[in-house]
T-cell receptor, first 114, second 116 residues
Framework: AQSVTQLDSHVSVSEGTPVLLRCNYS??????LFWYVQHPNKGLQLLLK??????LVKGINGFEAEFKKSETSFHLTKPSAHMSDAAEYFC????????????FGAGTTVTVRA | DTEVTQTPKHLVMGMTNKKSLKCEQH?????MYWYKQKAKKPPELMFV???????INESVPSRFSPECPNSSLLNLHLHALQPEDSALYLC???????????????FGPGTRLTVT
């Protein structure tokens, strides 16, 4: 069985400064990993995905994440935060044999200060 | 086009009403999902349809009744709901391969349901 831990429930950054959202996972298999973003009263939008190709994954809106198997981590970063990045972020893992079943982290709320 | 659409955006219903939520995708995905999301929580899986057949029911109460009329449409019929069923209901879809779901799920914007 797989599980996901998002290490920060809330992250606050100033506009223009880097953003780091931390995610650790546990899985019995080589997992597929995803980051989704959810703006208030919206659905979930896929930011990026890791599926056993390159360990550094680039996503939309300047986000990227690095898969580190030895640390079982999949941290999300962005060099320069924008006000529009204020949202809820979910780290998600799926069992490669059963992609229908996603395991969600509890979520990290990002606020961006002007 | 990676869009999943859902209607209505908002729904208020009484506990004796019958209503339906609708979801549509035109990405050729053969796996479709219903999720329930409470405030400040991650989505919880309710149902999975694969090739228009119900493949997973996560022990959802019978007052929620899913339906998949064709490969592009997914409905969720609601009857005799309780106030605690108030939530954001999300639809999602994904590709399939070898008869099972594969890859990332694409989510719709959701229907905000309030049960009074």
């Amino acid at each position: 069985a797989q599980s996901v831990t998002q290490l920060d429930s809330h992250v606050s950054v100033s506009e223009g400064t880097p953003v780091l959202l931390r995610c650790n996972y546990s899985s019995s298999y080589s997992p597929s990993l995803f980051w989704y973003v959810q703006h208030p009263n919206k659905g979930l939008q896929l930011l990026l995905k890791y599926t056993s190709a390159a360990t550094l994954v680039k996503g939309i809106n300047g986000f990227e994440a690095e898969f580190k198997k030895s640390e079982t981590s999949f941290h999300l970063t962005k060099p320069s935060a924008h006000m529009s990045d204020a949202a809820e972020y979910f780290c998600v893992v799926s069992d490669p044999g059963n992609d229908y079943k996603l395991s969600f982290g509890a979520g990290t709320t990002v606020t961006v200060r002007a | 086009d990676t869009e999943v659409t859902q209607t209505p955006k908002h729904l208020v219903m009484g506990m004796t009403n019958k209503k339906s939520l609708k979801c549509e995708q035109h990405m050729g995905h053969r796996a479709m999902y219903w999720y329930k999301q409470k405030a400040k929580k991650p989505p919880e899986l309710m149902f999975v349809y694969s090739y228009e057949k119900l493949s997973i029911n996560e022990s959802v109460p019978s007052r929620f009744s899913p339906e998949c009329p064709n490969s592009s449409l997914l409905n969720l019929h609601l009857h005799a709901l309780q106030p605690e069923d108030s939530a954001l209901y999300l639809c999602a879809s994904s590709q399939t391969w070898g008869g099972t779901a594969r890859g990332e799920q694409y989510f719709g914007p959701g229907t905000r349901l309030t049960v009074t």
